[in-house]
């Protein structure tokens, strides 16, 4: 595609659900990246693949976070048991090469919304 | 991220004026990103610097990072109105280039 695609842009869930959020890189992105933003901050770091290999998933918040990209495209984010805590908008980001010394696009991202 | 530092935190300046935002790093940066954000919206890539003293421009935005490679600022000449929005630094603080820090943002308001 042109761009990054998140979906979907909002999702509201109820505390305790389970969620999964998608991304679509930019097609031949070798490297795909989540990060968490919470209102009013800069992005978090969450986790870095590498084709399919997650390379660094030292930013997860918890064991209840988990994220795949089997084929080395489409990368799924899934929250388990959500809680209120884990409302934010969740960004995906792909880079062309190995790592980030390229430029980076970013998705439109998700707003995670936990009632 | 208390590792790197933007100020201010938000700013407001009136149309056709300059306006400066500040970066810095408690430790030496392997590579600094500055990106544009509208509310609600994904991250637009601006200007990416790795080498010490570098500096980028791209129609009336400045971006310089220092010999030190610890501070970088974006100067923005002339301010429009399309120059509001939310203004990201983030940096590489490793030799993985896979995990970016990034600061807390400026908020920059043009008013006419």
């Known amino acids: 595609g042109a761009g990054v695609s998140q979906s979907p842009r909002y999702k509201v869930a109820k505390r305790g659900q389970d969620v999964a959020l998608r991304c679509d890189p930019i097609s031949g992105h070798v490297s795909l990246f989540w990060y968490q933003q919470a209102l009013g901050q800069g992005p978090e770091f969450l986790t870095y693949?590498?084709?399919?290999?997650?390379?660094?998933k030292s930013g997860l918040p918890s064991d209840r976070f988990f994220a795949e990209r089997p084929e080395g495209s489409v990368s799924t984010l899934k929250i388990q048991r959500t809680q209120q805590e884990d409302s934010a908008v969740y960004l995906c980001?792909?880079?062309?090469?190995?790592?980030?010394?390229?430029?980076?696009?970013f998705g439109q991202g998700t707003r995670l919304t936990v009632v | 991220s208390q590792e790197l530092e933007q100020s201010p935190q938000s700013l407001i300046v009136q149309e056709g004026k300059n306006l400066t935002i500040n970066c810095t790093s408690s430790?030496?940066?392997?590579?600094l990103y500055w990106y544009k954000q509208k509310y609600g919206e994904g991250l637009i890539f601006l200007m990416m610097l790795q080498k010490g003293g570098e500096e980028k421009s791209h129609e009336k935005i400045t971006a310089k990072l220092d010999e030190k490679k610890q501070q970088s600022s974006l100067h923005i000449t002339a301010s429009q109105p399309s120059h509001a929005g939310i203004y990201l630094c983030g940096a590489a603080l490793t030799d993985s280039w896979g995990k970016l820090q990034f600061g807390a943002g400026t908020q920059v308001v043009v008013t006419p």
């Open positions: 980001a792909s880079t062309k090469l190995g790592a980030f010394n390229t430029e980076a696009f």
């Open positions: 693949f590498q084709n399919e290999a997650q390379l660094d």
């Open positions: 430790k030496t940066l392997y590579g």
